[in-house]
């Protein structure tokens, strides 16, 4: 698993490989030279693996820089840089990383660069997912895949789709993965994303490998080397990844042969692009398969050269290679070396497993276990006086004291995986019922253009206004979902806001932006989408009438809009223009259509029109909410 998430935050960064290495500079150069020079020269060496501690100098140089510089964005690019670079470089589960990337996001979000807030989260998720912060890892990627809706931006959401597949990876949810990844393809597709596409496939191998679907496997692996080979060749890491993920689905199928031959293909690929040292790890992967084969020698030579470069880069945690090269020790009849590399495992499995309980503990748990201990002190000095009744009591309520410990452990952890799963799915659904809106918008709006195309067409002026006036209504609707998805709160709507952006359409059909001003004279308020629906077709209908009627000869004029709440159930809605109102004795203009849907609308809310015609119109609604039919 170690290998697995190294290599995600590898892959993300192998395109930068190809650029090439600038002159090495000093600190002392670069104080004189721009802080935009100087952070295009930490590009552009943050991924060269040499002179690390010149770089690390010269980094945190530009970052007090640009401290000083005040701008939100430079202080984030910076960071971000510096996060890249102690990744790459092999300095993780680090919490220079983690550290790096809040600071980035921090002062992103001070910029107000939606973008690049969008990508921080979902690289601040990988980065969490390094060091098992899976409940942080999520909840930073769907905040990721909110703001990659908002902005339509196609390669990001893709990207965080597939982040996602690696997310249920890592919680062993390997159907999740997939149906994920297998969403996030078609949109990188789309995109044009080829490299993102090939990387998305390592979820695939994975997830399949693990199901037993070794084929499908196979066949992901094929597609993600095509895809390499012919639109993205530059991405010369993502190959070395796909032949040693196909190597694991070999070994689970027990195709040994085939396993040696990927794993041997990818660290021969990554030896010549990124050098021995940087690639020794890979050799453990080897010298397994050679073990399976009894092969003990060959075993031996690469599981040493493997294991001594995990310990070069301090990751002594590692636990499957030091059991595999006991087991070769063992084979080879050198049971020394064989019982050391056996107890190195252990070790550090006793130490995972410790910090896995400790991460259990709570401070409640911890005083009761002292308060424990304090009692069991006393318990036995009164064990010498107390006669025979009194112990078998002491026992009794001792028995039960330890049962209903273990009761409440049992039902505290039981409780916190429930809440933790209740808690993703309020997250997938969430966002399953966000891209519901979104799609209802998208599909009002195509409704929207399909009756433009075809008033466009027509030539009857009375049909045509009567096609723009439903273009209208299908608009108004449309808004009120465009709100729902994009707004923290998927049951409500606020009125002022959605009110401007009905105006503006509205406007903008009669183009009369420039001759007519609508305001909002309301204070903020949100209603439930079956009160804002029907509120909004009857302002869409009275905003329609009077830029048609009440200022004649492209008059100039106002309209005035406002909703307030009287109380719990009573809302108050008045409507009114400075126009010429209407006169009495003429007939009403149009199909009459409009005021029917009005009368419909104002009974289905349980409402009462009251309406004026001095200087202008004047309407007035008072809406019985909790009683509407």
Request: with cysteine.
């Amino acid at each position: 698993m170690i290998k697995t998430i190294f290599t995600l935050l590898m892959v993300c960064l192998s395109t930068y490989l190809g650029l090439s290495q600038s002159n090495i500079l000093s600190p002392k150069e670069l104080q004189n030279v721009s802080i935009d020079s100087s952070l295009s020269w930490m590009r552009q060496n943050a991924y060269t693996g040499t002179d690390l501690d010149n770089f690390h100098a010269i980094g945190l140089q530009t970052l007090k820089r640009s401290l000083d510089s005040e701008s939100p964005q430079t202080i984030a690019e910076v960071h971000e840089e510096l996060a890249n670079w102690h990744g790459y470089n092999g300095i993780f589960p680090s919490d220079s990383i983690v550290y790096h990337s809040e600071k980035a996001l921090e002062y992103y979000e001070k910029s107000g660069n939606k973008k690049k807030i969008a990508d921080t989260y979902r690289t601040l998720s990988i980065d969490y997912l390094n060091i098992r912060e899976l409940e942080k890892s999520q909840e930073v990627l769907f905040k990721a895949i909110g703001l990659y809706e908002e902005l339509d931006d196609e390669k990001g959401l893709g990207s965080a789709y597939r982040t996602l597949g690696v997310l249920y990876q890592v919680m062993e949810d390997f159907e999740k993965s997939i149906a994920y990844t297998n969403k996030a393809i078609p949109i990188l597709e789309n995109a044009g994303e080829y490299a993102s596409v090939a990387i998305a496939q390592f979820n695939l191998i994975i997830g399949y490998g693990e199901l037993g679907e070794f084929d499908k496997a196979y066949k992901a692996a094929d597609y993600c080397l095509e895809l390499i080979k012919t639109k993205a060749p530059e991405e010369i890491f993502v190959p070395v990844r796909a032949y040693s993920y196909r190597g694991e689905v070999y070994v689970k199928a027990k195709d040994y042969d085939n396993a040696l031959k990927d794993y041997i293909k990818a660290w021969e690929l990554c030896k010549t692009h990124v050098g021995e040292e940087r690639c020794a790890t890979y050799r453990t992967e080897i010298g397994q398969v050679y073990l399976m084969k009894n092969d003990y020698s060959n075993a031996l030579t690469h599981l040493t050269a493997g294991v001594a470069a995990y310990e070069d880069k301090e990751q002594t945690s590692i636990i499957q290679p030091y059991l595999d090269l006991s087991a070769t020790y063992a084979g080879l009849g050198d049971f020394e070396n064989a019982l050391l590399y056996k107890d190195k495992a252990l070790n550090n499995k006793i130490e995972v497993l410790e910090g896995k309980v400790a991460n259990l503990e709570t401070e409640t748990i911890v005083k009761y276990e002292t308060g424990k201990k304090d009692e069991a002190l006393a318990s036995q000095a009164l064990l010498l006086v107390q006669k025979s009744k009194t112990q078998n009591l002491i026992i009794a309520v001792t028995a039960l004291l330890g049962l209903l410990l273990v009761s409440l452990l049992y039902f505290f952890n039981k409780n916190r995986k429930a809440t933790k799963i209740i808690k993703a799915k309020n997250a997938e659904n969430e966002l399953l019922l966000k891209e519901i809106h979104h799609r209802v918008k998208n599909n009002l709006e195509m409704v929207k253009s399909l009756i433009a195309l075809q008033s466009a067409q027509i030539e009857d002026s009375a049909t045509k206004d009567a096609m723009i006036a439903s273009q209208n209504r299908v608009q108004s609707m449309g808004i009120i979902h465009q709100k729902l998805y994009q707004g923290e709160n998927l049951g409500s709507i606020e009125m002022k806001d959605y009110f401007l952006n009905l105006s503006e359409g509205i406007l903008d059909t009669f183009n009369a932006e420039d001759r007519v001003k609508i305001e909002c004279a309301m204070e903020n308020l949100d209603l439930d989408v079956d009160t804002a629906v029907p509120i909004g077709l009857i302002v869409n209908e009275l905003l329609t009438n009077a830029l048609k009627y009440a200022f004649p000869e492209n008059n100039d004029g106002a309209i005035s809009i406002s909703l307030e709440k009287i109380n719990r159930s009573h809302l108050k809605l008045k409507v009114s223009d400075n126009g010429v109102g209407k006169i009495k004795g003429l007939a009403p203009k149009g199909t009459g259509f409009g005021t029917q849907l009005v009368k419909l609308l104002t009974q289905q809310l349980n409402g009462k029109m009251t309406e004026y015609s001095e200087s202008g119109t004047y309407i007035e609604f008072d809406f019985l909410i909790d009683t509407a039919a």
